[in-house]
Nanobody
Framework: QVQLVESGGGLVQAGGSLRLSCAAS????????MGWFRQAPGKEREFVAA???????YYADSVKGRFTISRDSAKNTVYLQMNSLNVEDTAVYYC??????????????????????WGQGTQVTVSS
């Protein structure tokens, strides 16, 4: 079992930055693919970013160049640095963890099916 707790959400003006954190329980954190998803009101939950145990990253096209995912295995924590935020980034952001399989690529870990554990979410609101 893995428990995930997100933090760092809040209200920010367009053009601003936020850093989300996700603290994971368990001793096998380093073997999991860690991802961030988001869900805006009335919309489906969508992929944002993911990072594999070896450090490879995946990003949604909508956040490339603005968001950066990173992980600190010593702290069992994954981060999402969000810059140049715009109103369309407003959503609840969820952290997720999935058991890693070497032969599975981005098609798997950019989808919800790639993840077994989810956090409760943290609200990010971007005002114009």
């Amino acid at each position: 079992q893995v428990q995930l707790v997100e933090s760092g959400g809040g209200l920010v003006q367009a053009g601003g930055s936020l850093r989300l954190s996700c603290a994971a329980s368990g001793r096998t954190f380093s073997s999991y693919v860690m991802g961030w998803f988001r869900q805006a009101p009335g919309k489906e939950r969508e992929f944002v970013a993911a990072i594999r145990s070896g450090g490879s990253t995946y990003y949604a096209d909508s956040v490339k160049g603005r968001f950066t995912i990173s992980r600190d295995s010593a702290k069992n924590t994954v981060y999402l640095q969000m810059n140049s935020l715009n109103v369309e980034d407003t959503a609840v952001y969820y952290c997720a963890a999935g058991g890693e399989t070497d032969w599975r690529g981005s098609y798997y870990y950019t989808a919800r099916r790639g993840y077994d554990y989810w956090g409760q979410g943290t609200q990010v609101t971007v005002s114009s």
